[in-house]
């Protein structure tokens, strides 16, 4: 809902999830969505070269829960 909350989720991805890659943040008018016409919003998750999650259209469609189940099996 605001750039902090998003700011949060970022954190605590790369936290908790000990990522080590880059992560975009895009700003609350979407300039990078728009820039790079990522629309329909969808979070994705690629190991390898293969997508090992597809989420739903966003924002309505964005399910953090599956989003750690996910993330969690790619460390298990």
Do not use: C, H
């Amino acid at each position: 809902k605001t750039l902090e909350d998003r700011q949060q989720m970022v954190t605590w991805l790369v936290e908790q999830k000990d990522f080590q890659m880059p992560i975009v943040l895009d700003t609350l008018d979407d300039t990078l969505m728009r820039a790079y016409n990522a629309w329909p919003i969808r979070l994705y998750i690629l190991r390898a070269g293969n997508i090992v999650y597809q989420g739903k259209q966003g924002p309505f469609g964005y399910a953090p829960d599956e989003v750690d189940e996910a993330l969690n099996n790619l460390l298990s």
